[in-house]
């Protein structure tokens, strides 16, 4: 049985780096099939998926193109665990945010227990 | 981006009655590899979202059988055949035949 811990910190400043970290039991980062997947989820903005990262000889990553310029997801197969940091943060970056493994495609079959970040100073 | 679209926004449902929800897609969610990448997921209060149906219709590991999927194309419909306690929660469906993936607004399903 699979579970995702999130953990990072609930308050980031504005023009900060938010990051978080998804700690991955039960699977491996690096399996052929399973995909991680950051999503958040806000008021405003509902559900939002935000991109994912993949190993399939070789990783793969990609991302929604409203947080591209901003955001990076990588895989630390030494810790078993995804990353996510996302850069030069908004108030409208505030909200709370997912990590969830995918067998394919929207297949979100686990999640992690979310982290509410705030974006304020 | 897909645009989803669900109906209605919210649902108040005696127990043991019936619930359907619509989901609309703006674009075909039939893929070139025969697959409709169509879920659902539903949201209990203060939990993440979890898997109720995928590709339209199949339940996923231990969602009992009174929730059904079906649908084609661009129309879907989550049904609940009788409507349970636990069922409260927020209701969304989601596509995965394009990036980015996109939610639906979502469904909230009370109990009266």
């Known amino acids: 049985q699979v579970q995702l811990q999130q953990s990072g910190p609930g308050l980031v400043k504005p023009s900060q780096t938010l990051s978080l970290t998804c700690d991955i039991s039960g699977d491996s980062v690096s399996s052929n099939s399973a995909i991680w997947n950051w999503i958040r989820q806000s008021p405003s903005r509902g559900l939002e998926w935000l991109g994912r990262t993949y190993y399939r000889s070789k990783w793969s990553t990609d991302y929604a193109v409203s947080v591209k310029s901003r955001m990076t997801i990588n895989p630390d197969t030494s810790k078993n665990q995804v990353s996510l940091q996302l850069n030069a943060v908004i108030p409208e970056d505030t909200a709370v945010y997912y990590c969830?493994?995918?067998?394919?495609?929207?297949?979100?079959?686990?999640w992690g227990q979310g982290t509410l970040v705030t974006v304020s100073s | 981006d897909i645009v989803m679209t669900q109906t209605p926004l919210s649902l108040s449902v005696t127990p043991g009655q019936p619930a359907s929800i619509s989901c609309k897609s703006s674009?075909?969610?039939?893929?070139?590899?025969?697959?409709?990448?169509l879920y659902w997921f539903l949201q209990k209060p203060g939990q993440s979202p979890q898997l109720l149906i995928y590709e339209i219709s199949s339940r996923f590991s231990g969602v009992p059988d009174r929730f059904s999927g079906s649908g084609s194309g661009t129309d879907f419909t989550l049904k609940i055949s009788r409507v349970e306690a636990e069922d409260v929660g927020v209701y969304y469906c989601?596509?995965?035949?394009?990036?980015?993936?996109?939610f639906g607004p979502g469904t909230k399903v009370e109990i009266k």
């Open positions: 989601v596509q995965g035949i394009n990036l980015p993936f996109t």
């Open positions: 674009q075909s969610l039939l893929h070139s590899d025969g697959r409709t990448y």
């Open positions: 969830a493994r995918a067998r394919t495609r929207g297949h979100f079959d686990s």
